[in-house]
C-alpha cells in the first residue's frame, strides 16, 4: 500500500477526502493529514509518503510553497496532486511549472477523482519498477565490484580509484573485513539465505556466493582503530554464528582501511578457515596460525597410494583394520596440517576407488552412492572430523555391500572374462579385444582382472596353455612343435621360453620325467 498524506486547511475538505474517497481501492492508505504547510512540513521531515494531496490556498504556507520546501529538503519521490477550485487556475498553472501533474477540482469527489488516483497509482507503480531495475543493477555492480577487489589485481582484476568506488560506496572512511562462511552441502542454501537475512539488516553489508558450501560476506565499520575492527569482527562472527544452521563456522580476515585491499583479508579469512578444519571444536577463527604447506607433487602421490589402500581393505580386510586405516590417516592430516584442498582429493579418490570395486564385481555403482552423496562425504567444508566420520561411514557400507556381491556371486566381469579365456585360450586376444567384448575400459579391465587374480590377463593366458601342454607332453606324441601350435603359440621359440618360465623344464625333459614316474 502508498502511503498518503493530506494537506488542507478546511477540516470539512480533510474530513471528505478521508471518508468520500475509497483509498485502498487505489492501493493507497491515509498515514497523516496536516492543516497547512508548515505542519506538512514538519512531518515530511521524517516521512516521505507515496502521495501527497494538498490544497493551494492555505494561511502561513500555501500548496505552492509547500511544494517548493519539500523540493528543497531533499524529497523528489512524493508524488503532488494539488486540489483547488476554479478561480485557482493561475496557481494550479504555477503548480504545473514545479512539476505537478495532477489537479484536481474541489469538491474532490465524482469521476475526476477515480481518473487521477488510478493515473497515479500506476505513475508509482513504474517509479517503483524502475527502482526496483536500479537498485537491483546497483546490487549486481556491487557484488561485481566486490568480486573483482576479492581476485585482486594479481589475479587478473583491474585497479580502481577512489572515484570510481565512492558512487557505489560512499566516500566516509571504513575498515572493511572479510568473512568466511563454511556451512556444508546439506546446510549450504539455507545458511546463506540466513545470511542474505541478516544482512540486510546491517550496514554496509554483502553476502557474496562462493561455491557449493561456502560463501563470503563483506563487511564495513565506521571505526578508526583497527584494534576495534578486529574486535568487532569477531562479535559480529558470533552473532552471525548463533542463527545459522549447526556446524557452520566463519572465519574473519584482517580489517583493511582501502576498500583496493580487500583481497588480503579474503586470503586471511581462508587461512583462519583452514585453521576450523582441523579444529572440531572450534566455530570461529578471527586470528592466524602457522600452517605447514603440503601441497607437493609428492604428497600427492603418497594420498593416492593411501587411497588404494584403503580399497584393498574395502575388498579383502576387515572392519577393523580400515577403521584404523582411515583414522591414522586422518590424525596424519591433523598433525601435518595438511591443505583441505589435498584431503579433498585423498576422499574423492576413496570413494570413486570403492564405487569401481563395486563395479567390478557387477554392482550399479549409483545404488551405493549418487552425486549428492559424493558431495556429501567428500565435502572439505564440513571441516576434518565431520569429513572423515562420513568417508569411514561410506566405506564400511562399502566393504559390507563387496562382501554380499563376493559371496552371492563368482566374481562380476572379471570372472566373466576368466570364463572366456578358459575356452578360447588357444585364440589371439588383445586387452582392448576383450574390452569391447565386454563393454569396459581396457585399462580399468587389465587393473581389476590383475586385482583379482593375482596377474595380467596375458599372464592368465599363458597359464592356461601350458598347463594344457603338459597334459597333451603326457597324454599324447604329439610333437612339441604340434603341442605348441594346438594350445595357440604361432612360434615354437615363443612356446618354449614361457613353459621353462612356468615349469623350470624343457618340453622334452618334462615328458621324460612323467614317463619315468609313471
Avoid at 537498485?135 to 555492480?141: G, K, L, S
Avoid at 549450504?188 to 540466513?194: I, L, Q, R, T
Wanted: hydrophobic residues 35%; negative net charge; glycine residues 6%.
Amino acid at each position: 500500500m502508498h502511503n498518503v498524506l493530506l494537506v488542507d486547511d478546511e477540516p470539512f475538505a480533510l474530513e471528505g477526502m478521508q471518508l468520500m474517497i475509497e483509498w485502498d481501492k487505489y492501493g493507497f492508505r491515509i498515514d497523516n493529514v496536516c492543516s497547512n504547510g508548515e505542519e506538512a512540513i514538519e512531518y515530511l521531515r521524517e516521512q516521505t509518503p507515496s502521495l501527497i494531496v494538498t490544497d493551494i490556498r492555505m494561511p502561513v504556507m500555501d500548496g505552492l510553497d509547500l511544494i517548493r520546501e519539500a523540493r528543497r529538503l531533499g524529497n523528489v519521490t512524493s508524488t503532488f496532486v494539488i486540489a483547488s477550485g476554479y478561480h485557482d487556475f493561475e496557481y494550479a498553472r504555477q503548480a504545473m511549472r514545479l512539476g505537478v501533474a495532477h489537479y484536481l477540482l474541489k469538491p474532490v469527489i465524482g469521476p475526476e477523482v477515480d481518473s487521477v488516483l488510478t493515473r497515479v497509482q500506476q505513475q508509482l507503480e513504474e517509479q517503483s519498477r524502475r527502482e526496483h531495475i536500479r537498485r537491483t543493477a546497483d546490487e549486481y555492480a556491487v557484488r561485481q565490484l566486490l568480486a573483482a577487489l576479492i581476485a585482486g589485481s594479481d589475479a587478473g582484476g583491474r585497479t580502481y580509484t577512489e572515484q570510481e568506488l565512492a558512487p557505489l560506496f560512499g566516500t566516509e572512511k571504513r575498515v572493511w573485513s572479510y568473512l568466511h562462511v563454511q556451512c556444508g552441502i546439506e546446510n549450504g542454501s539455507e545458511a546463506y539465505a540466513e545470511a542474505a537475512r541478516w544482512a540486510a539488516q546491517e550496514s554496509d553489508c554483502y553476502v557474496l556466493s562462493d561455491r557449493s558450501g561456502s560463501f563470503g560476506i563483506i563487511k564495513g565499520w565506521l571505526v578508526s582503530d583497527q584494534i576495534q575492527a578486529i574486535e568487532q569482527a569477531e562479535q559480529l562472527c558470533r552473532r552471525l554464528q548463533m542463527s545459522l544452521p549447526d556446524g557452520s563456522r566463519i572465519s574473519a580476515g584482517v580489517p583493511v582501511y582501502d576498500l583496493r585491499q580487500l583481497h588480503f583479508s579474503y586470503q586471511d579469512a581462508r587461512v583462519h578457515s583452514r585453521l576450523l578444519f582441523f579444529d572440531g571444536q572450534e566455530q570461529v577463527a578471527a586470528s592466524s596460525k602457522p600452517m605447514a604447506a603440503t601441497t607437493t607433487e609428492s604428497a600427492s602421490s603418497s594420498l593416492l597410494a593411501t587411497a588404494e589402500t584403503i580399497s584393498e581393505l574395502v575388498e579383502n580386510g576387515d572392519a577393523t583394520r580400515l577403521t584404523e586405516q582411515l583414522h591414522q590417516q586422518f590424525e596424519h592430516f591433523r598433525i601435518e596440517r595438511t591443505a583441505p584442498e589435498l584431503v579433498g582429493i585423498f576422499s574423492n579418490e576413496v570413494v570413486l576407488r570403492c564405487v569401481s570395486l563395486y563395479a567390478e564385481l557387477g554392482g550399479e555403482g549409483g545404488n551405493i552412492v549418487g552425486p549428492t552423496d559424493l558431495e556429501q562425504i567428500t565435502c572439505v567444508y564440513s571441516g576434518l572430523n565431520v569429513l572423515e566420520e562420513r568417508l569411514t561411514e561410506f566405506c564400511l557400507r562399502c566393504q559390507q555391500e563387496v562382501g554380499m556381491l563376493q559371496d552371492t556371486q563368482t566374481g562380476g566381469i572379471q570372472a566373466q572374462v576368466a570364463d572366456f579365456l578358459r575356452q578360447h585360450y588357444t585364440e589371439t586376444w588383445t586387452i582392448r579385444e576383450l574390452a569391447e567384448k565386454f563393454y569396459i575400459h581396457p585399462v580399468y579391465l587389465g587393473q581389476s582382472f590383475a586385482r583379482r587374480y593375482g596377474m595380467s590377463i596375458l599372464d592368465f593366458i599363458h597359464e592356461l596353455r601350458i598347463e594344457e601342454a603338459k597334459n597333451l607332453l603326457t597324454s599324447t606324441d604329439l610333437a612339441f612343435c604340434n603341442v605348441a601350435e594346438q594350445i595357440g603359440y604361432r612360434g615354437y621359440q615363443h612356446f618354449l621360453k614361457q613353459f621353462e618360465k612356468r615349469t623350470g623344464y624343457r618340453p622334452s625333459d618334462y615328458r621324460q620325467q612323467q614317463e619315468l614316474s609313471d
